[in-house]
């Protein structure tokens, strides 16, 4: 499996090739494919990093308690 930078890399790879002038259109549209299948897996890992990410919050006492991102 790719990591998430790895994803990122691919994604910039097909958009520069997308860019590019006189791109077949067959080969447009599997970089389209290809380019959507990463962007799901970049934004699946992305939910998946934001949910385990805490915050370190102090209550009045001084104790210091993981809260969820966003609490």
């Known amino acids: 499996m790719a990591t998430f930078e790895q994803v990122l890399a691919r994604l910039e790879e097909i958009v520069e090739e997308m860019s590019g002038n006189e791109v077949p259109l067959d080969r447009a549209l599997a970089l389209f494919e290809e380019g959507i299948g990463h962007l799901r897996t970049a934004?699946?890992?992305?939910?998946?990093?934001?949910?385990?990410?805490?915050?370190?919050?102090?209550?009045a006492d001084g104790v210091l308690e993981a809260a969820a991102l966003g609490e």
């Open 43 to 59: 934004t699946a890992e992305l939910g998946r990093a934001e949910a385990a990410v805490k915050v370190l919050t102090e209550r």
